[in-house]
């Protein structure tokens, strides 16, 4: 069977557990290329300040190693993490950071990209925006034959793409998600297992399969597709997901980079 190459844009650490962990195990298992694009150091994902910064960068990434040894531990295949260095909750929307994913892309030549949905985003985290945002008008600037076969976009409102998984995976994934020590405890970890299983249980009942779900970027003539303009649901829906996620990102930033020692 022939491998492909896949890359996974991802704005944070744990970012691939909490949006497309079922897709990237198997990704794995299938004996594929995995490359995880890491487009933050994550320096500001906690409450107590004196963690914020280049030591908090230091914890997240051993957490992000034992993560991804927990893949290779069940699948024999280890993913290749690449790190772009933003400071986290700075992502930028800029020239710069958008040459760094067109090259990023040029070189890799990925079969298949993952990353955030940019346009019906269920995280409104800007880091998140801008890490679908970015491979997004990516590639609108590369060339017809440098496209990758196809492109889906996680943590979706509005997906059109459903990827089996299996039930048994829950587990290798708590294990996974347990590893960020610093973002969730033991507790929360299961919890979070149990939550999954009932989300599967439910679309189970709806459609007889367990699933992740994708929004698949549409290609017209090599150019990728801007998504039509909300309609009502949509915009409830946006209203909701902005509400329920921007809070959250914004009282981690409390302090300014700056004050950190931090520079992009
Ligand atoms: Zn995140």
Known sequence: MKRFKILF????????????????????RLGNEVVEVLMTNCEFGTHRIEFKGARLKRI??????NANNVYAKYTKNHVRVLKVGYIDGYLP???LALNKVVDIIRTEKPDLIFAPDPWYALDYHPDHINTGRLPYFALKKINKNEL??????????KPNFKLKCRWKDI????????QHRSQVTPLSAKLIGVFR???????????GHFTENFREQIFNDGYPEFPKKH????NIKYLFFTRMTVPGYEKFHNITPEELGLRN
């Open 9 to 28: 844009f991802t704005p944070h650490i744990d970012d691939i557990e909490f949006g497309v962990p079922f897709t990237f195990l198997e990704s794995l």
């Open 60 to 65: 997240r990434t051993r957490e992000l190693e």
């Open 93 to 95: 929307m800029n020239k």
């Open 148 to 157: 990758p076969t196809r492109v889906f976009y996680y943590y979706s409102f």
């Open 171 to 178: 587990q290798i994934i708590v294990e996974a998600l347990s």
């Open 197 to 207: 299983k009932l989300l599967f249980l439910r679309r189970f009942f709806s459609t």
């Open 231 to 234: 309609n009502f649901l949509d």
